[in-house]
């Protein structure tokens, strides 16, 4: 699925389709078979690469250059520990073997230490400690006695108890392995950190860490720190005035951060809370609106100042929509049995402007790149209550369109289905309407994996009724009338 979003288009391969659109995009793109609705592809690197595009493909390279980085740091500081502890026990072993005032080079100190410490590796080699080895069988009879308790019924047969005898076997060998000593280079034992790294990078929940604008710098600044390089010792600094480029060097990280973070409060935080200001504001006034019209009006104002501050909010324009739809449905309702002669034209005028202003929002939302299926799924049915109110069959069949495109961008939602066939149904085209209802039934009987994502049973009911067709059975299931 990741792969068809990534490249569906040039644009997307080289700037991504951003985090929130993959999300989307994800219900035509996956596998029809798969009810699974998933907000990332459990991927760091397919997430940059399909979020990001070829910025991805910079963040995956450094990232696994630093992991790198940071195994070789590993390793060479646990080398450095092994080193000095070799080199004291060459120099007693040396000081033992010759006698204090025996001025022939003995054949002890003759011999190159890295000599002396591979033959204590290597005898030392796939050696367990006493202490290890008791762990080791503790941890086993532990979580192999309580699997084998569990799942004593199913480990009956000889064949199952083989298998899991062999699995405690093998557990116990591989763990013996990894605990004894110089059992792998050091080379490979780096090379088992980056792979391990980067397996729980590929397929974990750790993903979602590096997508957080809350904790992303602080899962970044880890793996930087881990793959930063030794401080030089200060008897081989060099010249003074090489130490102070060095000093200049580490400054400037400091620096970058320091202008990055004021760049960030400058042209995200503070518009972000000054966007919340206005919605919070424009809140209070729609509590007021009951006192005063002018508060009403006061509450649409302020949520447009809101649609131009700070990030792309798509509730700025839904909200909008949905007050001026509610105003215009309930003068209308409220209106239905009043004579015309009785009402005074400017309220009559007010259900046409409110439904335009309603209209108005979404104009302004796709102008600016707005397009999430849930403000179209509002357009939509925004459209089906202009052509009632207005009795207009051009809105209605404008409606209708809108929920043909969110079929296709949306092929799994039965909700969507719901929505176009009760539409078809007000307008008479029964057909059509009762092909729509089958056609969502099927999509929610497709999720029984998932029960609290099915169609709720009142919902189906209603359905079933209306289009006088028997209960369709969830999978499974044989039920006969």
């Not at 941890?139 to 108890?161: H, K, N, Q, V, Y």
């Not at 792309?312 to 929509?321: S, T, V």
Request: glycine share 6%; with cysteine; net charge negative.
């Amino acid at each position: 699925a990741s792969a068809r979003i990534a490249t569906q288009s040039p644009q997307s391969m080289m700037i991504g389709v951003g985090p929130t659109q993959w999300n989307e995009d994800y219900h035509w793109a996956k596998n029809p078979l798969n009810p699974e609705e998933v907000r990332s592809a459990h991927n760091v690197f397919v997430d940059f690469i399909s979020m990001l595009g070829v910025g991805g493909w910079a963040w995956s390279l450094l990232l696994v250059a630093w992991l790198s980085q940071g195994s070789r740091q590993a390793m060479m500081r646990l080398g450095e520990t092994a080193g000095v502890s070799s080199s004291e026990a060459g120099r007693d072993d040396a000081t033992e073997a010759a006698p204090p005032h025996d001025h022939r080079p003995s054949a002890a100190a003759a011999a190159p230490a890295s000599d002396k410490t591979n033959k204590a590796q290597s005898s030392t080699a796939l050696t367990v400690e006493p202490g290890d080895l008791a762990f080791i069988i503790a941890m086993l009879i532990a979580l192999f006695g309580t699997d084998l308790w569990i799942r004593a019924m199913s480990t009956g047969t000889p064949e199952r108890f083989l298998i899991w005898s062999m699995g405690m076997m093998g557990a116990f060998f591989v763990t013996s392995v990894l605990v004894s000593r110089h059992w792998l280079p050091r080379s490979v034992t780096g090379l088992a950190l980056v792979a391990g790294a980067a397996t729980i990078l590929v397929h974990a929940q750790i993903e979602m860490t590096f997508f957080q604008a809350s904790s992303a710098p602080l899962a970044w600044i880890i793996v930087a720190a881990a793959a930063a390089k030794h401080t030089e010792d200060e008897n081989t600094a060099g010249p003074e005035d090489g130490s102070q480029r060095r000093w200049a060097w580490r400054l400037l990280p400091g620096a970058a951060m320091v202008v990055a973070g004021i760049a960030f409060i400058a042209t995200t935080a503070a518009p972000l809370a000054r966007q919340q200001e206005l919605l919070a504001d424009a809140e209070t006034a729609l509590r007021r609106s009951r006192q005063s019209w002018n508060h009403f009006n006061e509450a649409l104002a302020l949520l447009q100042a809101a649609e131009t501050v700070g990030p792309h909010n798509q509730d700025c324009y839904a909200w909008q929509a949905r007050l001026s739809l509610e105003v215009a449905a309930t003068l209308h309702a409220q209106l239905g049995d009043v004579p015309p002669a009785q009402i005074r034209p400017e309220t009559l005028q007010e259900i046409p402007r409110q439904l335009a202003l309603a209209l108005a929002v979404h104009d302004r939302a796709a102008q600016r790149g707005i397009d999430s299926p849930a403000l179209r799924a509002q357009l939509a049915f925004l459209l089906a209550q202009t052509g009632r109110i207005l009795q207009s069959d051009f809105h209605y069949e404008q409606a209708l369109s809108i929920m043909h495109e969110l079929s296709g961008r949306r092929p799994y939602a039965w909700q969507d289905r719901v929505q176009m066939a009760d539409l078809l149904w007000q307008r008479g085209r029964k057909e059509e309407a009762t092909e729509a209802y089958h056609a969502a039934i099927g999509l929610s009987d497709a999720l029984y994996l998932e029960p609290t994502r099915m169609m709720p049973a009142l919902e189906r009911r209603r359905i079933e009724t209306r289009i006088a067709a028997k209960p369709v059975a969830p999978p499974g299931n044989d039920l006969t009338p």
